[in-house]
């Protein structure tokens, strides 16, 4: 079993990519014996999607080996920040009283 592992997030000290990592490994160490792989997505830079880039140059090559690594792995463990989950919080706890 492979797992991919990663942050999204392009920062240094990602807080992130510590918790994906951590999680992997906890997952390898606790639960199942498995391959992991921690990628970082500065090695896999691409500017941002646009249907008029895409027509000039193509699919970028770094978005090509991203969709390649996560199409090898049997797992992914991904962790980004999500500015969200207190609104879906809040409106569940609204519609239970």
């Not at 000290?13 to 199942?32: C, F, G, P, Q, R």
Request: net charge negative; glycine share 4%.
């Amino acid at each position: 079993m492979k797992t991919l592992a990663f942050g999204a997030s392009i920062s240094s000290t990602s807080i992130n990519k510590a918790l994906a990592t951590y999680a992997a490994h906890l997952l390898s160490d606790e639960v199942m014996e498995t391959e992991i792989e921690v990628i970082d997505l500065n090695d896999y830079a691409a500017p941002i999607y646009s249907s008029d880039h895409e027509k000039a140059h193509g699919i970028p090559d770094a978005a090509k080996a991203l969709k390649e690594k996560i199409q090898s792995a049997d797992q992914i463990i991904n962790s980004f920040a999500s500015i969200m989950a207190p609104t879906r919080l809040l409106t569940k706890v609204s519609s239970i009283g």
